[in-house]
């Protein structure tokens, strides 16, 4: 595997950044997590965009333009013969002291690494995901904007944690209000009455992009949306739940807590909107 860093396309034991990067020492940088599908990179100019207002929530200079890294990530699909698979794009602060001060780091990394993609296998759509509603909250904007994809995801790792316990594929996390914010990786969809509801981003998610293109297509198929709060209370009463997420797509959730979603199967409406997410990769990226 051959891993782009800093201009250079490395073998991926080669590639390295210092012990002194912040990235190391803090999960000082942000990253975004990006799919391929038939050579073409999926949302690319939304993963751009959400890079750099990641990297601008905390304060971190991209030395590269948005065209740059664009033309890095295909030159590393390229490098490493992907035309279906995973990007993950990461931009570290740069090595510093050991004292948190980040403006006495320099020379952040920019790091490309393209690979194969470990998917829920395909029964699972129709199934659906058993998920835990976590104990660990979701940190609130006052104390780290959820909107900045960090590199330090020890937040949503200890969710994912209590999932991995429970025996869960997914943990659902609340806000400090305890009402629903998101999934460790994903975003947090409820049907009802014909309905389909997600949180508000002011509830506590990431700006996820799967969740952004998944509105759009309810739009286009006259499913009725709204985003508002989500309760524990609604979450286990509701006819449907899917989780949204660049890995997952769109995959329904049939058991939260023990409590049976609907009829236990992926709902009508979470398959209408899977089918019509698949229909749009290929009219964005081509057909296979
Ligand atoms: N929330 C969190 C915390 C995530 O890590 C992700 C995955 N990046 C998502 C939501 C879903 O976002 P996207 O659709 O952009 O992958």
Known sequence: MKVWINGKLLAAEEAAISVFDHCVLYGDGVFEGIRIYNGKILQCSAHMDRLFASADGIRLPVTLTKQEIVDAMYKTLAANSISDGYIRLVVTRGPGTLGLNPFKCSGGSVIIIADQIALYPPEMYETGLEVIVAKTRRISS?????????????????????????????????????????????????????TVITPPPEAGSLGGITRQVVIGLAGDLEIPLAERTVTVEQLYSADECFLTGTAAEVIAVTKIDGHVIGSGKAGPITKKLLDAFRQFIQTECGKK
């Open 142 to 194: 006052e104390m780290l904007s959820p909107t900045v994809k960090s590199c330090n995801y020890l937040n949503n790792i200890m969710a994912r944690a209590e999932a991995v316990d429970a025996g869960a594929s997914e943990a659902i996390m609340l806000n400090a209000e305890g009402t629903v914010a998101e999934a460790t990786g994903d975003n947090v969809f409820i049907v009802s009455d014909g």
